[in-house]
């Protein structure tokens, strides 16, 4: 497994990624190319866009870090990170969600950004659990939502 910055030409396959999230959850979401092109790989307030490949190539999922503007959607403080990371169900608990990271990390380096969001459903134990052990901890909670932030020391 390898990562690398996501092109354009991954649009298809990140967004099979996002079908594939949802027939395992349940949980509905966009998930189209344009929006996956809009919403990760050619947003302005993109910071990195990390995609994680097999030996083959196929894209097994990805992680973005945008810059937080004002109003954003999250009603996190502008000039923050936001993080998102979605991974194929086939692929969970070998060790992409934490290559991603180091990716994004590395990023945030680069940035100077010095906190980073993550917005994660409730009931979403392996997405709560993941981003605890990257190291990021519960500062705000409300209506099934659980806020967590990645403090840079
Ligand atoms: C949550 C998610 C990103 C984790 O990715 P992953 O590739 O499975 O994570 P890793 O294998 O790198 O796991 C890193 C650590 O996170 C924790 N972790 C991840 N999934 C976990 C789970 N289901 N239960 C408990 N701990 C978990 C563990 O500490 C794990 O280390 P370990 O396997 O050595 O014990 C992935 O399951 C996913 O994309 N889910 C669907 C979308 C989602 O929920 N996104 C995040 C919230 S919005």
Redesign the pocket.
Known sequence: MDTRIASLDDAPAMSRVLRE?IAH?GRDRPNDEAFVTRQYIANPSSIRCTVAIDDEGLVL?FQSLVRAEAGNRYDVPAGWGII????S?R?????????LFRSSREAVEQSGLKKID????AD????L??????GLQTYRTSKGIVQKVFTVE
């Not at 659990?129 to 990257?134: G, L």
């Open positions: 999230i959850t999922g998102g990371t979605h991974i169900p692929a969970h608990r070998k060790g992409v969600g934490s290559a993550a917005y994660i459903g979403n134990q392996s997405g659990r993941y981003y605890e052990a990257m």
